[in-house]
């Protein structure tokens, strides 16, 4: 009878076998084999060793987990543990890796220390770790000895394991990540979604009144991170009262989002209600281009490339409660009309004299007229009225884009998909575009701190694939504490990824995007960050691509 070893050199699958299970032994193989290497490594005597079999330990264990994430999705579709927890995580923790950080922690966690984690947190999540990793090992050597004998096919015994790991992996998944970042709530999730929804009722509204184009959507025109929450702050309060600025509920009631700026937007809300439908316009107006227009003065087309300035509310309470002793001659000449005549730029908004959301009549009540002059009578003029309604609702927006960086990243992203033209097949680039793809990078937006930027030379050269340029020069990792784009710190979770086009760092989501450099002898796609891909790499990957 022939010996184990020579029975499983015998069964050994080729490394051109496309099987799952063919893929998954030369994954686990290499993991053992690094995993060997390490332990047999003195790290005081050769760090600089110990640390590539650190990143080479680090990218096998994220293959061989990539791997087993198809076998199960192979072999047991249906059986699979709800992965719904993930839409509580905040956005910086999805990215790509994520599982193989669960497993890193993991380890840390049953080796006795505990990433950035309270001891007493870690303490409760260790028997979690515990049981994940033999679950882990008990799945290798399985799906090990099914490889040598039947790699075609996955029997009951097989599908227990996977179906056992996939939950212990699920279950420490959710554990770790609420244990180590703040996650939402099932009415909180609510809550955003009924966001989205207002912020694209409201993209369509200024579609439909002019203050926004479908060409600004399709390209992603940065000024709307600022101009659709603006927006959508007078739609949520005059179009939509029912939705989720509602002020009628509590501030417990309403999203985490808005409910700081509860009695602020009380406040707005009642200086919107006495203006007039020119007034609000010219206040939509001059949300759009960031610059306070003259209500006397002549239409003013939008700019929208001007620059948009970072507002912060100085004292925005007292700006709405500051009396003025002089009143306007003429006060609510002209009120809001009915909610569902705002949608329509065509109607004849003389007719429409009664306050929002009082019922159809001729005369405006007393009191409402009273509150009206009232309201108008603590400025001095309109313009200083919609100078304060300026301030106070861009300083909310804008103070949404600090606070709540990751939520509005979210709902913006989910409301751009939601209201983006459907991309259309597109054509072969042609010999001219070629000919202009160095016109086009050095007409792209310049930033001062990017390499390539600094280099119009540098840059133009990459529009071509012909040649080879020198290498960017790398940042240290040890001299980058955070994101070269965002300025988020990185942690444990939150990893340093180098841009190959200039060579700083990046977060992964700062870094998303692959493609390929030919100007640096880089012929497969690798990794650029979203600036170098947008302004530096687009005209020559058109080129690549039509090569």
Not at 122 to 143: D, F, H, I, K, M
Not at 290 to 302: K, N, R, S, V
Not at 304 to 327: I, K, Y
Not at 388 to 398: E, P, Y
Request: with cysteine; aromatic share 6%; proline share 8%.
């Amino acid at each position: 009878m022939l010996p184990a070893a020579l029975r499983r050199w015998l069964r050994r699958p080729k490394r051109s076998d496309p099987r799952l299970l063919s893929q998954f032994f030369f994954a686990d193989e290499r993991v053992t084999r690094v995993v060997a290497e390490i332990n047999g490594l003195d790290a005081e005597q050769d760090p600089q060793q110990y640390l590539v079999l650190l990143n080479q330990l680090h990218l096998s264990q994220a293959h061989l987990l990539a791997v087993l994430e198809r076998i199960m999705e192979e072999c047991i579709p249906t059986q699979r543990h709800t992965r719904d927890y993930l839409v509580k995580f905040p956005e910086e923790v999805l990215v790509d890796n994520l599982g193989n950080h669960m497993l890193f922690a993991a380890e840390c966690l049953l080796a006795g220390t505990f990433p950035e984690l309270e001891e007493a947190d870690g303490a409760q999540l260790r028997p979690q770790a515990r049981n994940l990793l033999c679950s882990l090992e008990l799945v290798r050597t399985v799906l090990r000895e099914q490889s040598l004998s039947q790699p075609s096919s996955y029997p009951e015994p097989v599908r227990a394991v996977l179906v056992q790991f996939d939950r212990l992996f699920a279950e420490f998944e959710l554990s770790y990540v609420s244990s180590l970042v703040a996650v939402k709530s099932p009415e909180e999730i609510y809550r955003q979604q009924e966001i989205i929804v207002l912020f694209c009722e409201t993209v369509e509204r200024a579609l439909r009144l002019g203050y926004l184009t479908q060409e600004m959507i399709d390209g992603y025109e940065p000024l709307l991170m600022f101009t659709i929450p603006r927006l959508a702050i007078i739609s949520g309060l005059l179009i939509y009262p029912k939705g989720p600025l509602s002020l009628e509920q509590s501030p417990e009631e309403m999203s985490q989002v808005f409910s700081p700026f509860y009695n602020l937007l009380k406040k707005i809300r009642d200086l919107l209600r006495v203006l007039s439908v020119e007034e609000l316009c010219v206040l939509e107006r001059s949300l759009c281009t960031a610059e306070l227009e003259d209500p006397c003065g002549p239409d003013i087309p939008p700019v929208w490339g001007a620059a948009v300035p970072r507002v912060d509310p100085p004292a925005p309470f007292s700006l709405l409660e500051v009396p003025c002793a002089t009143p306007p001659t003429s006060i609510c000449k002209m009120q809001l009309g009915l909610p569902g005549a705002i949608n329509d730029p065509g109607t004849d908004w003389q007719s429409g004299t009664q306050p929002l959301g009082s019922s159809p009549g001729p005369c405006i009540d007393d009191t409402l007229g009273a509150r009206c002059s009232e309201l108008r009578s603590r400025y001095s003029s309109t313009k200083d009225m919609l100078h304060t309604l300026f301030i106070c609702i861009s300083g909310v927006a804008d103070q949404l884009q600090t606070n709540f960086a990751s939520d509005m990243r979210s709902i913006l992203k989910t409301v751009f998909k939601i209201v983006a033209s459907q991309a259309e097949p597109s054509e072969e680039p042609s010999a001219s575009r070629e000919k202009d793809g160095a016109s086009c990078v050095t007409g792209a937006p310049r930033v001062a701190d990017c390499p390539l930027c600094s280099s119009p030379i540098e840059a133009a050269g990459l529009g071509r694939a012909a040649g080879t340029h020198r290498l960017p020069e790398w940042v240290p990792d040890s001299t980058c504490s955070q994101c070269s784009a965002c300025r988020s710190p990185f942690t444990l979770l939150r990893r340093r990824h180098h841009c190959r086009s200039c060579g700083k760092i990046f977060c992964a989501r700062c870094s998303p995007h692959t493609a390929a450099l030919p100007h640096y002898g880089q012929r497969k796609p690798v990794r650029v960050c979203t600036h170098c891909y947008t302004t530096h790499l687009s005209p020559a990957s058109w080129c690549a691509r039509s090569h």
